[in-house]
């Protein structure tokens, strides 16, 4: 079964960093290329950022370029997103998918909040 689940959110102050990670499992994670997403409350699902299989070729958002990094480390099937500078509207469930799959994980709930 193929499966990616995002996890690592919480609730961090304006200007703070976190750390998301995406766990695969059930195929091989080295031949797909990973995205991020998230959902804000009461919006749709946007886009932020992708990381190519090999890992040199990444794609930001505007709205997230220069504060958050995509990375991966095959070895483990995991994606990491390190958030930095973050602000409230960055508050979101955040996912992470693949074109190999079909459903979405329960994503992470981060919120930006003093």
């Known amino acids: 079964e193929v499966q990616l689940q995002a996890f690592g959110g919480g609730l961090v102050q304006p200007g703070g960093s976190l750390r998301l990670s995406c766990a695969a499992s059930?195929?091989?994670?080295?031949?797909?290329?990973i995205a991020w997403f998230r959902q804000a409350p009461g919006k749709g699902r946007e886009g932020l950022s992708c990381?190519?299989?090999?890992?040199?070729?990444?794609y930001y958002a505007d709205s997230v370029k220069g504060r958050f990094t995509i990375s991966r480390a095959n070895a483990k099937s995991t994606v990491y997103l390190q958030m930095n500078s973050l602000k409230p509207e960055d508050t979101a469930v955040y996912y992470c998918?693949?074109?190999?799959?079909?459903?979405w994980g329960q994503g992470t709930l981060v919120t930006v909040s003093s």
């Open positions: 059930g195929f091989r994670f080295d031949d797909y290329a």
């Open positions: 998918q693949s074109t190999i799959s079909n459903s």
């Open positions: 990381i190519s299989s090999s890992g040199r070729t990444t």
